[in-house]
């Protein structure tokens, strides 16, 4: 191999690693950013398409049927909410009612997720324009909400929801189920 060619494969090879140094510094960022915000507000009446049936709709309605549920907003194009995501699993598998907004995704996709990784949620809102995801306030992908059975929202989470923010601020919701 010539000199020239072997540097410019060694170049090559560090600015890949240092590329990829520098995703995982920003994605593990991203996990330690998680914010709660205590918040006072409706949600959003809405009419809109199930991911998993076409010919159903969901509403406001359909989603307030226990005292307290999460809604979580993803994506399939979010890697942060695939790491979320098993833990969506568990808290479904103890009874946590869960509620999700699939916000600006492929359909086909969003659907891949759900059947591959398993699906955490009662029922999928599918917000392919935004429009809900937008009138709820959400910046970026994962959000979750504490909306309780008047449609009040009492916490924003941005950021992932994993054991330690579940057993802070939302686990004395849940008691009991």
Request: charged share 25%; glycine share 6%; with cysteine.
């Amino acid at each position: 191999m010539q000199k020239s060619t072997r540097n410019k494969l060694l170049v090559l090879f560090g600015l890949a690693l240092a590329i990829t140094l520098g995703f995982s510094i920003s994605m593990e960022r991203k996990l330690e950013s998680t914010k709660v915000l205590q918040i006072e507000r409706a949600f959003p009446f809405f009419t809109a398409e199930d991911l998993m049936a076409e010919d159903r709709l969901i509403s406001r309605t359909d989603i307030l049927t226990q005292p307290y549920q999460i809604v979580n907003v993803w994506a399939s194009w979010c890697g942060i909410c695939k790491l979320e995501h098993e833990y969506l699993n568990q808290l479904k598998n103890l009874g946590v009612p869960i509620i999700g907004i699939n916000y600006r995704d492929n359909k086909l996709d969003a659907i891949k997720v759900i059947k591959n990784e398993g699906n955490p949620f009662e029922k999928i809102i599918y917000d392919h324009r935004g429009d809900l995801s937008i009138e709820l306030g959400v910046i970026g992908t994962p959000e979750t909400y504490l909306v309780d059975r008047n449609g009040n929202i009492r916490l924003k989470i941005m950021g992932v929801l994993n054991e330690d923010i579940w057993n802070e601020y939302l686990k004395s919701y849940f008691q009991g189920i």
